[in-house]
């Protein structure tokens, strides 16, 4: 069972940047491939950004935050990193943390608001 748990949420206004966390636990860190993904209301879960295992050189992005997001890890802290800049409304939603690694484990969510 692996643990997850996103941080770093909360109200920001448009234009400006947050960076959210997501811990994971156990030894097996740099084997997980990451995601972090967001769900707006009355909306569907939709992906946002991934990155591989290992030294996480592989990441994708969704079209509506290339150039904006940056999504990074840092193994030696079981840490996975989303770096938010230029943030819209339509950024609004709750941000969640996917380790895949067998099986598939999510957080509960962090909320982010972006909104004057």
């Known amino acids: 069972q692996v643990q997850v748990v996103e941080s770093g949420g909360g109200l920001v206004q448009p234009g400006g940047s947050l960076r959210l966390s997501c811990a994971a636990s156990g030894s097996d860190f740099s084997r997980y491939v990451m995601g972090w993904y967001r769900q707006a209301p009355g909306k569907q879960r939709e992906l946002v950004a991934g990155i591989s295992s290992g030294s996480g050189s592989t990441t994708s992005y969704a079209d509506s935050v290339k150039g904006r997001f940056t999504i990074s890890r840092d193994n030696a802290k079981n840490t996975v990193y989303l770096e938010m800049n230029s943030l819209k409304r339509e950024d609004t939603a709750v941000y969640y943390c996917?380790?895949?690694?067998?099986?598939?484990?999510w957080g509960q969510g962090t909320q982010v608001t972006v909104s004057s």
């Open positions: 996917k380790v895949s690694f067998g099986l598939d484990y």
